[in-house]
């Protein structure tokens, strides 16, 4: 075939099987040893011990490197090391034996463990080819490995002297690595003497071991160039179209679900090789150079972008190990609770804690340092909070010390299937399942112009006005018999020494504090809490009436699905009975929370014993069959994928067709640091910034037509997170929150009680102003009017401020 065409035939199907997103890897370059027992015609990495001022990096050192890497934004540790040096060189051999180590491998071994405990980054190891048990070893400290093939070709002059790049072993060592489930990296060297015929050997060679194993991660189509100090210095590079030709052909010969790398610091046009069918630029590292070739210094990330953006591609960060492996197959939201088929048990969570939604690496710019050092302060109101370690600088959800990046600021362009979907919505479409997933999925100028779209449907709706409600919450206990993985408000007799003193207020508590919302100006109180094992359904009915006895005109937006379902249950009343006698009492409104993720599968893990999917949608549909309406939340950021997502967008967008009874969509981030699935290494560190203004565009788009109102949670994201997403189609600032307990609880800084000032300091910037509003998205005329200072009596047996817990057993 004439190159052009094959580039086409490349191009098509690297756009079929990873569309318009081009990866790398932010990396740090680790040299451990320079040693090598090879002798390769090429290399100029391997130096003898005369020229080193030690034979290895020690562990001091080592930790130094990665140290600085994870500081400047890294995800991956690339150990670089030449192969069994202690088999050639005698200093090798006495520095492992001097230091406690039977062989580079295994010294590599511990190296990687330290780097993986002490800095978070996730180690890749290229120790070349090795014996099945020594990947084994390596298995349980680096979620992925890698060697070269280069060729197979056995009577290259240049790999005369290298017992190591026999062919033999290096098709061994890639069969091994297959049969333990390591995800690998392979490539082929172009230019070093070998044919046309060799380097197809070794492509069709690599895709038959990943036929049979699955374990190919990715493959390196890398350029030979001449180095001074080598025996081929004399001879020509490898000539550009013989190289565009061998990643053309790599691509049509590889399966396609195979990642194709070239490295963008050998090729003068880089951007050229987007156009022979690549998909990631491989690592690249902001604070050291490529010690394999270091008179080739990588391209700054701004220029890497700029040239993928110029083709019309979006440029995202990976983790050492790819998204397939992270989510292997269907998505796999007991990632962190079940045997996973590629990544060792001790490496779950470090590859979970860098991990977006996609299984891609966080994208927020920043330090991601493990956490660690947890301060316990007292939040008041019976909320504890840990504090997260203050090395990190990336943005994360309730933490208040570092601004989001720029989203909304920065260049607009979609193509592909992304630009497909947006044309489709302005056309007047209806998002599906697929098409959501497609959304959830942009980046770089594709979010741009996901937001764009949204904000123009928001103007469309509701203009340009940002609305805000008056409220005050009331957490009227935090004992709960409900085990939700998550949570880190509710108490028990095992969270005792972590999270504080169990309470329950007594009804009189809780009409002093709506008489005190009423003269503060509130409209609203919102009213959520554990679900008690001493409660009956009539407690939430007292509640009710306690308040209306009060401040009767008081808009009482309360009790969960969860709440509501069982107190008919404990009650043995239906649904539709038990919510007609709360609406009586006085309640106005049900909250959408309880709904987390309405996926079972996801509910599986993050809250087994509580209600499902299908009994949440129950009951806001009898809520509203009654003539109460609800909000739809969706708690994201924790173990979901995007499909979970749109499962959950769906199923509630189907309801609202029937009913009209949800008023506002809600995205609640997931706030990390206290959480317990978080410290007990079982979730992800809430979404990124980029996941979380996604999660309010696209569902003004998925509910256009259906739900006017997108609300961003301030408490969670902040203020100046929140006005970037008052750009990207939301158009409500929820409530002061006065009180807010639950997301403090789980670690959230960002302090409770805006005012209306505060809200205007948000708005008036983007050119829209604000207005206050009831529940339902009236305007507001006023608080309500305190009828009476005379409390309930405390006469019933749930009157009580303190509960002895030890009284209640395993209830609790």
Request: proline share 7%; glycine share 10%.
């Amino acid at each position: 075939m004439p190159l052009g065409q094959l580039a086409e035939g490349a191009a098509e199907v690297r756009d079929r099987a990873f569309g318009t997103r081009v990866t790398y890897s932010p990396k740090v370059f680790i040299p451990l040893t320079m040693l090598c027992r090879d002798k390769c015609g090429y290399c100029t990495f391997a130096q003898p011990p005369a020229r080193l001022d030690s034979p290895y990096l020690t562990p001091e050192e080592v930790l130094e490197i990665a140290a600085s890497g994870a500081r400047a934004g890294c995800h991956e540790a690339l150990f670089t090391l030449g192969e069994r040096p202690e088999l050639r060189y005698p200093a090798a051999a006495e520095w492992l034996a001097e230091h406690g180590w039977d062989s580079t491998v295994h010294y590599l071994v511990e190296m990687c463990r330290l780097v993986r405990d002490e800095t978070g980054l996730l180690p890749h190891a290229n120790p070349g080819a090795m014996t099945s048990g020594e990947l084994a070893a390596l298995r349980e400290v680096s979620p992925s490995q890698g060697m070269m093939i280069e060729s197979l070709n056995p009577h290259l002059d240049c790999h005369r002297g290298s017992p190591d790049k026999e062919p033999a072993r290096r098709l061994a060592t890639l069969e091994a690595a297959g049969e333990l489930a390591i995800p690998y990296t392979t490539g082929i060297l172009v230019g070093i003497g070998e044919s046309l015929a060799d380097r197809l050997a070794a492509l069709e060679a690599i895709a038959a071991s990943h036929a049979r194993w699955g374990h190919i991660q990715e493959v390196i189509v890398q350029n030979f160039l001449p180095k001074a100090g080598t025996s081929m210095h004399n001879m020509p590079p490898c000539p550009p179209d013989e190289y565009a030709q061998a990643i053309a052909l790599a691509r049509l010969i590889l399966p396609a679900d195979i990642h194709l790398q070239a490295p963008p610091n050998l090729t003068e046009e880089f951007g050229g090789l987007l156009d022979v069918g690549i998909d990631d630029w491989g690592g690249v590292s902001p604070i050291t150079a490529d010690h394999v070739n270091p008179e080739r210094p990588w391209p700054a990330l701004d220029r890497l972008r700029e040239v993928t953006e110029a083709r019309g591609f979006t440029l995202a960060p990976r983790l050492t190990i790819y998204p397939e492996f992270v989510y292997p197959g269907d998505a796999r939201p007991e990632f962190a609770a079940e045997p996973h088929p590629w990544i060792a048990d001790d490496n779950r969570f470090s590859v979970l804690d860098r991990a977006d939604a996609e299984g891609l690496g966080r994208d927020d710019p920043g330090s991601q340092m493990p956490e660690r050092t947890m301060e316990n302060l007292d939040a008041g109101s019976g909320a504890d909070v840990l504090v997260a370690d203050e090395n990190s600088t990336q943005w994360y959800s309730g933490g208040a010390g570092h601004l989001p990046t720029n989203i909304m600021g920065g260049p607009s362009f979609a193509r592909g299937t992304v630009r497909e979907v947006l044309d489709g919505v302005m056309a007047g479409q209806q998002v599906g399942h697929d098409e959501i997933v497609t959304l959830f999925g942009a980046r770089g100028p594709e979010v741009v112009a996901v937001g764009e779209v949204a904000d123009e449907l928001r103007r469309q709706t509701v203009g340009d006005i940002v609305t805000w409600v008056h409220n005050r919450n009331i957490n009227y206990t935090n004992v709960c018999t409900f085990k939700c993985k998550f949570c880190g408000f509710s108490k028990g007799p095992l969270s005792l020494n972590l999270r504080g003193t169990p309470y329950m207020l007594t009804l009189a508590d809780i009409q002093e504090r709506v008489i005190e919302a009423a003269e503060l100006g509130a409209t609203e109180v919102t009213l959520q809490g554990g679900i008690h094992p001493s409660f009956d359904g009539d407690y939430y009915i007292d509640v009710c009436r306690a308040i209306h006895d009060v401040v009767p005109d008081m808009h009482l937006h309360g009790f969960t699905a969860l709440e509501v379902i069982e107190g008919a249950k404990r009650l043995g009343e239906s649904l539709v009975n038990y919510l007609m006698r709360l609406k009586e009492a006085g309640l106005k409104s049900l909250p959408g929370t309880a709904a987390e993720i309405l996926d079972d599968s996801v509910r599986a893990v993050l809250c087994p014993d509580k209600i499902n999917t299908a009994e949440w949608l129950e009951c806001h549909e009898a809520a509203h069959a009654v003539g109460l309406h609800s909000n739809i939340t969706i708690m994201f950021g924790s173990i979901e994928q995007p499909e979970h997502w749109a499962n959950h967008i769906v199923a509630t967008r189907e309801l609202q067709k029937r009913t009209g009874g949800f008023t506002e969509w809600v995205p609640l981030p997931f706030v990390h640091m206290a959480s317990p699935i978080y410290l007990r290494k079982g979730a992800r560190r809430g979404p990124t910034f980029r996941e979380t203004l996604l999660m309010h565009a696209v569902p003004r788009i998925a509910y256009h037509g259906l739900i006017d109102n997108i609300q961003v949670s301030w408490v969670k994201i902040g203020p100046p997170g929140a006005q970037q997403i008052l750009r990207a189609g939301a158009n409500d600032m929820g409530g002061t929150l006065m009180d807010e307990n639950i997301s403090r609880a789980a670690g959230a800084q960002h302090g409770q009680g805006l005012t209306e000032q505060d809200f205007r300091d948000i708005a008036e910037p983007l050119g829209r102003r604000t207005r206050q509003r009831l529940t339902g998205y009236q305007n507001a005329d006023g608080a309500p009017e305190v009828h009476s200072r005379i409390l309930r009596p405390t006469d019933n047996a749930t009157d009580r401020k303190l509960i002895p817990l030890e009284s209640l057993g395993s209830r609790v």
